[in-house]
């Protein structure tokens, strides 16, 4: 075992995985590498990955990253039990993770890890790659110790959880099912990914990975001619190297079987090998040109499969052999299955699927949207889940918090159009037809003017004049904004809304107000803000009023009107009558019923304190904005108010449909209480809120997608939406800027 002098600081945890690793050319290796990876993505600063690298012979070496520790050979028992004394005297090390694969460790049957097994003092999880339905009595004893030696096992099916429990005998209180991880692909463009790759035109079905005999390409070689001579656009792509070990063994011999196949069948050219072990990047490239993916694997007992996992989660039409893990997939609905050793039954599906666009979109689209809970993010938020009694707990607020992402406006960008944003979208893509919200572009303009008050980028002054134009173009008699807009630029002056008006205000004023922007924008802001005041006696709803005040604090500090502080001071009291008519000891609300944007009524109240230097406003703040507290936020995660029932005091509290705006509202809010009271407990909570949207919440999945800068549309009972509308993007930008120490709150 070679173990290089470490010297950790002193303030951090590890999780240390024991797993074959990158460079090495291993599914099992690049599987431990994105779990770690997205757990160190995922997991506070103090927790940090490491690895021991398990290599094929002492004559092998790699060039292994920085996060490798140690390194130990297969089937080197002494090795084995030295890694477990070495991870043993670290204090920094409280978790090891151990890819099982019986062929990784060596030794007979895979047993030079048993020692490991017994020498190691620390938690151990075990992740099994194989799980075998009739092992052979080795198999059955090796996998036994592994799980008498394991805190927990992880499994990636529910198949592979019952053959551990029915076969191996492992209690059920044991196995923890994660499944395979995928990358975070976003909805493409199939035909610009084709042209990008010189297959423009064509029709492509591919495999990939380490090419074996084991694959069963030869199988799928035999159903192409009758596929071929109706759609003779077709490609078969057969992207990977050989597998090292086939090589080793028995050098090229399969792969050369198979051009053989390829020419004696006439296929040349609609068959072609790409002999490369691709990078993920153009590993996902490929996933995303492809049509339909076949995996013809000839293991029946294959309990899972990164190749099926990544072109399902790429949102592929698959067609599988019926394998232990595509079984389990077909049954969700996710693949098709075909037989082992029938060409037929791979012909009769292909062309299902190519005469008829609609049967395969249908199963590309159930595909893409049944996997989103096992993007890597979702997956090491899993395992960190499971980890979380096995690791500190000593750190509170911010440290125990994963990093923030890096803010990335293309998502609202690709929404913006010359006139306004788009309000919804068919997952990231905008959808036209819905039209234009005022309330969509008020957010907008106050997200890219929060950019500048940070960033300081004058790239945001060319959509906030759009904003403002929009705005403007709304603006009716009497100073009302309307809220509608279709396609066509129509005005919808018939419905008012007072909250989307009052929302406006809100932006406006803060545009007023922003230091260091262009003058026209702040006049153009400032005109649009007291025309609209004419329309003030019409906020009568709870948060119309709250809306307004916002907009009515920034206007303030900057033009010091006494209308603007009457009309603060008169909704200040309105709000606080409303909370004095209505709480009580137990129910410490405005009204009797939490629904939406319920922390904006109490932060309304802080602006009136900070405008007034009024006490009692800062109370009714507090004490409301501490029930709602109580209400949403418990051991350390967020859980808004749902849409689906709301909370009526007495009554059962919905718990879904969560909306981002309530995640953002009160990350907002909780900010804001947290300058002007100092109160730290503020700060901390306003955190937790925010990383609702990175995972910290009822689904433990991650809502912001950070591949397109956008944000699904809500919670359900058991999803993410895939959605991506105007609304839920931009809120996320208004929560994520207002937890950066830099930006203008007050």
Same mark, same amino acid.
């Given at each position: 075992?070679?173990?290089?002098?470490?010297?950790?600081?002193?303030?951090?945890?590890?999780?240390?995985?024991?797993?074959?690793?990158?460079?090495?050319?291993?599914?099992?290796?690049?599987?431990?590498?994105?779990?770690?990876?997205?757990? +160190?993505?995922?997991?506070?600063?103090?927790?940090?990955?490491?690895?021991?690298?398990?290599?094929?012979?002492?004559?092998?070496? /790699?060039?292994?990253?920085?996060?490798?520790?140690?390194?130990?050979?297969?089937?080197d028992y002494d090795g084995f039990a030295a890694t477990a004394k070495m991870l043993n005297d670290n204090p920094?090390?409280?978790?090891?993770?151990?890819?099982?694969?019986?062929?990784?460790?060596?030794?007979?049957?895979?047993?030079?890890?048993?020692?490991?097994?017994?020498?190691?003092?620390?938690?151990?999880?075990?992740?099994?790659? #194989?799980?075998?339905? @009739?092992?052979?009595?080795?198999?059955?004893?090796?996998?036994?110790?592994?799980?008498?030696?394991?805190?927990?096992? %992880?499994?990636?099916?529910?198949?592979a959880k019952q053959l551990l429990q029915n076969v191996y005998g492992v209690s059920p209180n044991k196995i923890?099912?994660?499944?395979?991880?995928?990358?975070?692909?976003?909805?493409?463009? @199939?035909?610009?990914?084709?042209?990008?790759?010189?297959?423009?035109?064509?029709?492509?079905?591919?495999?990939?990975?380490?090419?074996?005999?084991?694959?069963?390409? *030869?199988?799928?070689?035999?159903?192409?001619?009758?596929?071929?001579?109706?759609?003779?656009?077709?490609?078969?792509?057969?992207?990977?190297?050989?597998?090292?070990?086939?090589?080793? =063994?028995?050098?090229?011999?399969? =792969?050369?079987?198979?051009?053989?196949?390829?020419?004696?069948?006439?296929?040349?050219?609609?068959?072609?090998?790409?002999?490369?072990?691709?990078?993920?990047?153009?590993?996902?490239?490929?996933?995303?040109?492809?049509?339909?993916?076949?995996?013809?694997?000839?293991?029946?007992?294959?309990?899972?499969?990164?190749?099926?996992?990544?072109?399902?989660?790429?949102? &592929?039409?698959?067609?599988?052999?019926?394998?232990?893990?595509?079984?389990?997939?077909?049954?969700?609905?996710?693949?098709?299955?075909?037989?082992? $050793?029938?060409?037929?039954?791979?012909?009769?599906?292909?062309?299902?699927?190519? =005469?008829?666009?609609?049967?395969?979109?249908?199963?590309?689209?159930?595909?893409?949207?049944?996997?989103?809970?096992?993007?890597?993010?979702?997956?090491?938020?899993?395992? /960190?889940?499971?980890?979380?009694?096995?690791?500190?707990?000593?750190?509170?607020?911010?440290?125990?918090?994963?990093?923030?992402?890096? %803010?990335?406006?293309?998502?609202?960008?690709?929404? #913006?159009?010359?006139?306004?944003?788009?309000?919804?979208?068919?997952?990231?893509?905008?959808?036209?037809?819905?039209?234009?919200?005022?309330? +969509?572009?008020?957010?907008?303009?106050?997200?890219?003017?929060?950019?500048?008050?940070?960033?300081?980028?004058?790239?945001?002054?060319?959509?906030?004049?759009?904003?403002? &134009?929009?705005?403007?173009?709304?603006?009716?008699?009497?100073? =009302?904004?309307?809220?509608?807009?279709?396609?066509?630029?129509?005005? +919808?002056?018939?419905?008012?809304?007072?909250?989307?008006?009052?929302?406006?205000?809100?932006?406006?004023?803060?545009?007023?107000?922003?230091?260091?922007?262009?003058? *026209?924008?702040?006049?153009?802001?400032?005109?649009?803000?007291?025309?609209?005041?004419?329309?003030?006696?019409?906020?009568?709803?709870?948060?119309?009023?709250?809306?307004?005040?916002?907009?009515?604090?920034?206007?303030?500090?900057?033009?010091?009107?006494?209308?603007?502080?009457? @009309?603060?001071i008169q909704f200040a009291d309105e709000l606080v009558r409303l909370y004095e008519n209505n709480s009580h000891?137990?129910?410490?609300?405005?009204?009797?019923?939490?629904?939406?944007?319920?922390?904006?009524?109490? $932060?309304?109240?802080?602006?009136? /304190?900070?405008?007034?230097? &009024?006490?009692?406003?800062?109370?009714?703040?507090?004490?409301?904005?501490?029930?709602?507290?109580?209400?949403?936020?418990?051991?350390?995660?967020?859980?808004?108010?749902?849409?689906?029932?709301?909370?009526?005091?007495?009554?059962?509290?919905?718990?879904?449909?969560?909306?981002?705006?309530?995640?953002?509202?009160? #990350?907002?809010?909780?900010?804001?209480?947290?300058?002007?009271?100092?109160?730290?407990?503020?700060?901390?909570?306003?955190?937790?809120?925010?990383?609702?949207?990175?995972?910290? @919440?009822?689904?433990?999945?991650?809502?912001? +997608?950070?591949?397109?800068?956008?944000?699904?549309?809500?919670?359900?009972?058991?999803?993410?939406?895939?959605?991506?509308?105007? $609304?839920?993007?931009?809120?996320?930008?208004?929560?994520?800027?207002?937890?950066?120490?830099?930006?203008?709150?007050?």
């Amino acid at each position: 075992m070679r173990t290089p002098k470490i010297k950790p600081d002193q303030h951090e945890s590890w999780v240390v995985f024991l797993s074959s690793f990158p460079p090495r050319e291993c599914g099992v290796a690049t599987f431990a590498k994105h779990v770690s990876d997205a757990l +160190d993505d995922q997991t506070p600063a103090w927790l940090k990955t490491k690895v021991v690298a398990i290599n094929p012979s002492k004559t092998k070496h /790699y060039l292994y990253p920085k996060k490798v520790i140690a390194e130990v050979v297969e089937g080197d028992y002494d090795g084995f039990a030295a890694t477990a004394k070495m991870l043993n005297d670290n204090p920094k090390v409280k978790l090891v993770v151990v890819e099982h694969e019986f062929g990784l460790f060596g030794g007979n049957f895979g047993d030079a890890i048993e020692d490991f097994y017994r020498a190691l003092k620390k938690p151990v999880f075990t992740t099994c790659h #194989t799980v075998l339905p @009739n092992p052979a009595p080795e198999y059955l004893k090796g996998l036994r110790a592994v799980a008498d030696g394991s805190t927990k096992l %992880v499994v990636m099916n529910e198949t592979a959880k019952q053959l551990l429990q029915n076969v191996y005998g492992v209690s059920p209180n044991k196995i923890i099912i994660i499944p395979h991880g995928v990358p975070r692909i976003a909805p493409y463009d @199939n035909g610009f990914i084709k042209k990008q790759l010189g297959f423009a035109g064509r029709t492509l079905i591919s495999t990939f990975g380490l090419i074996n005999p084991d694959k069963g390409i *030869e199988v799928v070689l035999e159903a192409l001619p009758k596929v071929i001579e109706e759609f003779p656009d077709v490609l078969y792509l057969i992207v990977g190297q050989t597998h090292p070990n086939i090589i080793e =063994r028995f050098g090229e011999g399969y =792969r050369q079987s198979l051009v053989q196949q390829v020419e004696s069948l006439g296929l040349s050219d609609n068959v072609r090998f790409l002999k490369q072990y691709l990078s993920e990047k153009d590993l996902v490239k490929y996933l995303k040109a492809t049509d339909i993916y076949i995996n013809s694997s000839q293991s029946p007992d294959q309990i899972v499969s990164g190749t099926l996992a990544y072109a399902v989660g790429a949102g &592929n039409a698959v067609i599988s052999s019926p394998f232990l893990h595509a079984k389990e997939m077909a049954e969700q609905g996710l693949c098709l299955l075909a037989d082992f $050793e029938s060409p037929q039954s791979y012909e009769n599906p292909l062309l299902d699927l190519l =005469r008829h666009p609609d049967k395969q979109e249908a199963l590309r689209q159930l595909a893409y949207s049944g996997t989103r809970h096992m993007t890597w993010p979702n997956v090491a938020l899993a395992y /960190y889940r499971e980890m979380a009694d096995h690791l500190p707990r000593s750190y509170q607020g911010e440290k125990n918090l994963p990093a923030l992402p890096v %803010v990335r406006l293309d998502h609202l960008l690709r929404l #913006t159009d010359d006139f306004g944003v788009i309000q919804f979208s068919k997952q990231s893509t905008p959808d036209r037809a819905t039209g234009y919200s005022i309330d +969509d572009v008020a957010r907008a303009l106050l997200a890219m003017a929060m950019h500048w008050s940070i960033y300081k980028k004058p790239l945001v002054f060319r959509y906030m004049r759009i904003y403002l &134009n929009f705005i403007e173009h709304m603006s009716g008699v009497g100073g =009302r904004f309307y809220n509608y807009c279709d396609i066509e630029r129509t005005v +919808d002056t018939v419905d008012w809304s007072s909250d989307a008006h009052a929302r406006t205000m809100w932006a406006l004023g803060y545009t007023m107000n922003l230091s260091g922007a262009p003058s *026209e924008l702040k006049d153009k802001a400032g005109k649009l803000f007291r025309d609209a005041t004419n329309a003030l006696p019409q906020l009568s709803s709870p948060r119309s009023m709250s809306f307004g005040m916002a907009g009515l604090y920034f206007a303030y500090r900057t033009d010091q009107a006494p209308a603007l502080l009457k @009309n603060m001071i008169q909704f200040a009291d309105e709000l606080v009558r409303l909370y004095e008519n209505n709480s009580h000891d137990q129910w410490q609300w405005f009204e009797k019923t939490l629904t939406y944007s319920n922390s904006k009524l109490s $932060e309304a109240l802080l602006y009136a /304190y900070k405008t007034t230097g &009024n006490k009692r406003y800062l109370e009714v703040a507090e004490t409301t904005l501490d029930f709602l507290r109580g209400e949403t936020l418990y051991d350390g995660v967020f859980h808004p108010i749902g849409q689906a029932g709301w909370y009526t005091e007495g009554q059962e509290r919905a718990l879904f449909d969560q909306q981002p705006i309530e995640a953002a509202s009160m #990350t907002r809010t909780l900010s804001i209480a947290n300058r002007i009271t100092k109160k730290q407990i503020y700060r901390d909570e306003s955190m937790q809120a925010y990383h609702w949207f990175l995972g910290r @919440n009822s689904l433990h999945q991650v809502v912001y +997608d950070s591949e397109t800068g956008g944000c699904g549309d809500g919670l359900s009972e058991t999803k993410v939406s895939l959605n991506q509308g105007a $609304e839920s993007t931009i809120v996320h930008l208004m929560a994520r800027f207002s937890i950066d120490t830099r930006i203008k709150l007050l």
